[in-house]
């Protein structure tokens, strides 16, 4: 198992970036897909984006393609998501989680869970 640890967050305007980071305890980093979700006030949590566990194999929400990238550094037990043009509709808190599964779009597959990091874009 790992744990896990958002950082990152916080206040941009819109069109602004930002660069949301995850690192993980433990040795079993790279067996695992990593995964970036949201959720934003009153709404359920959502996919969006998710890595598979050498980093070759990426998935995107379709909202974020083109604005969003997702990267891994295994050896620093550490996964990225790095966020450009945002708007305000991607405000929300942003979590990272760990999936046995490749390249997951599923919550229900992904098992650990960060304790989120929030994101707010102004407009």
């Known amino acids: 198992q790992v744990q896990l640890v958002e950082s990152g967050g916080g206040l941009v305007q819109a069109g602004g970036s930002l660069r949301l980071s995850c690192a993980a305890s433990?040795?079993?980093?790279?067996?695992?897909?990593m995964g970036w979700f949201r959720q934003a006030p009153g709404k359920e949590r959502e996919f969006v984006a998710c890595?598979?566990?050498?980093?070759?194999?990426?998935r995107y929400k379709d909202s974020v393609k083109g604005r969003f990238t997702i990267s891994r550094d295994n050896a620093k037990n550490t996964v990225y998501l790095q966020m450009n043009s945002l708007k305000p509709e991607d405000t929300a808190v942003y979590y990272c989680?760990?999936?046995?599964?490749?390249?997951?779009?599923?919550?229900?597959?992904?098992?650990?869970w960060g304790q989120g990091t929030q994101v707010t874009v102004s407009s």
């Open positions: 989680a760990a999936s046995s599964f490749y390249t997951s779009m599923i919550i229900g597959e992904y098992h650990t």
């Open positions: 433990g040795r079993t980093f790279n067996a695992y897909t």
């Open positions: 890595i598979s566990r050498a980093g070759v194999g990426t």
